[in-house]
């Protein structure tokens, strides 16, 4: 039997929790469910299908363990191998904002929406809350790059939202 690396059951637990908290609270980051932010001083996107494709109404269905959670623990051991590395990119932390796709090109889509937030300006001048104080908005961050997705139909869709933006992506991983 093979052996699990710290990181792949430190990442495997931390999808576990969050999933958990959400089904619990349903407190997820409303700009993205079914996503996971790894703090760095540059952020990389991904997106994987970590779940298979829903039943009708419902977007996610049971988690791939073999296409979508090896290929993001795959994103998430080069980084950590990078990060690890003080000379190859010193003083700059890699983080990530990994999206899951459910399978799915329409959600996928409604997921990489996400990682255009932070480069859309928004005019809050004239919004209050309740007791007249102006509200605190997370900004996300800016996401210079993306990896996946892993279906060309996805890839294709998003690639042309991003492009819009200016943001990258990797369309060289289909097939991972």
């Not at 990181?7 to 969050?18: A, E, G, K, P, Y």
């Not at 997820?28 to 109404?57: C, K, M, N, W």
């Not at 795959?74 to 990994?98: C, F, H, K, S, W």
């Amino acid at each position: 039997m093979a052996q699990l690396k710290p990181w792949s059951f430190t990442f495997r637990l931390l999808w576990l929790v969050q999933a958990v908290l959400q089904d619990l609270t349903g407190s997820q980051e409303v700009y993205a469910p079914h996503s996971i932010r790894v703090e760095g001083d540059v952020t990389l996107g991904g997106l994987f299908p970590v779940h298979a494709r829903g039943v009708p109404g419902i977007p996610c269905g049971d988690i791939k363990k073999e296409n979508g959670i090896h290929r993001l623990e795959a994103m998430m051991y080069a980084l950590d191998q990078i990060n690890g590395d003080v000379e190859l990119l010193p003083n700059i932390t890699l983080g990530a904002r990994v999206l899951d796709t459910c399978s799915r090109d329409t959600y996928a889509l409604e997921q990489s929406l996400t990682f255009v937030q932070a480069l859309i300006q928004k005019d809050t001048s004239d919004v209050r809350c309740t007791n007249g104080e102006p509200p605190v908005f997370v900004k996300p961050e800016k996401v210079v790059g993306v990896v996946g997705a892993s279906a060309s139909s996805v890839s294709i869709m998003v690639a042309n939202i991003l492009r819009l933006f200016q943001t990258v992506e990797d369309q060289d991983s289909v097939g991972l």
